[in-house]
T-cell receptor, first 115, second 112 residues
Framework: GAGVSQSPSNKVTEKGKDVELRCDPI?????LYWYRQSLGQGLEFLIY????????KSGLPSDRFSAERTGGSVSTLTIQRTQQEDSAVYLC?????????????FGEGSRLTVL | GDSVTQMEGPVTLSEEAFLTINCTYT??????LFWYVQYPGEGLQLLLK?????DKGSNKGFEATYRKETTSFHLEKGSVQVSDSAVYFC???????????FGKGTRLSVIA
């Protein structure tokens, strides 16, 4: 597609349920990033993929969070046993090439609300 | 660790007013600095960047100068328009495999 596509755009779930958030990066972009944007907070880095591997998982807040990327393209962020503090907008971004230039292309985000 | 501090918003200006959004950073070494903008209903997009001290990034009438002595990268525009209403994020990149580190964002509202 023309840009980074994220789904669902909005998700409301009950505490304790698992959720999956999907990111479809720009075609040909090898790097993919997940960030979280909470109310009143900046963008919190979660995880980064180069191809299918994740050199940096340091930002994942707990072991309830996991992510994978297959075929060097689509990525899924999974949150197990959701808690209310997981409510946030989850942003995905991609960038071209292996050099880390800081020039990211963001999707519109998936807004997660945990009741 | 690395961090970015932006002035708190919201900032409300009349059309054609001068804009300054302050940004200071803390980082080891010599990071690259960025401003990203998020228009209503859209994803963040890169506005401008500077990769070394005294560099000036500019785009769409906005500019910011990388000041190593004050560890700052303030965003300025001489005459804002209603269409500039958005949330502006300052960010730094230390390089290697480190991720972009963002500030909390500053919401700008421009009224006609």
């Amino acid at each position: 597609g023309a840009g980074v596509s994220q789904s669902p755009s909005n998700k409301v779930t009950e505490k304790g349920k698992d959720v999956e958030l999907r990111c479809d990066p720009i075609s040909g972009h090898t790097a993919l990033y997940w960030y979280r944007q909470s109310l009143g907070q900046g963008l919190e880095f979660l995880i980064y993929f180069q191809g299918n591997s994740a050199p940096d998982k340091s930002g994942l807040p707990s072991d309830r969070f996991s992510a994978e990327r297959t075929g060097g393209s689509v990525s899924t962020l999974t949150i197990q046993r959701t808690q209310q503090e997981d409510s946030a907008v989850y942003l995905c971004a991609s960038s071209l090439g292996t050099a880390n230039t800081g020039e990211l292309f963001f999707g519109e985000g998936s807004r997660l609300t945990v009741l | 660790g690395d961090s970015v501090t932006q002035m708190e918003g919201p900032v409300t200006l009349s059309e054609e007013a001068f804009l300054t959004i302050n940004c200071t950073y803390t980082a080891t070494g010599y990071p690259s600095l960025f401003w990203y903008v998020q228009y209503p209903g859209e994803g963040l997009q890169l506005l401008l960047k500077a990769t070394k001290a005294d560099d000036k990034g500019s785009n769409k009438g906005f500019e910011a100068t990388y000041r190593k002595e004050t560890t700052s990268f303030h965003l300025e525009k001489g005459s804002v328009q209603v269409s500039d209403s958005a949330v502006y994020f300052c960010a730094l990149l230390r390089g290697g495999n480190t991720p972009l580190v963002f500030g909390k964002g500053t919401r700008l509202s421009v009224i006609a």
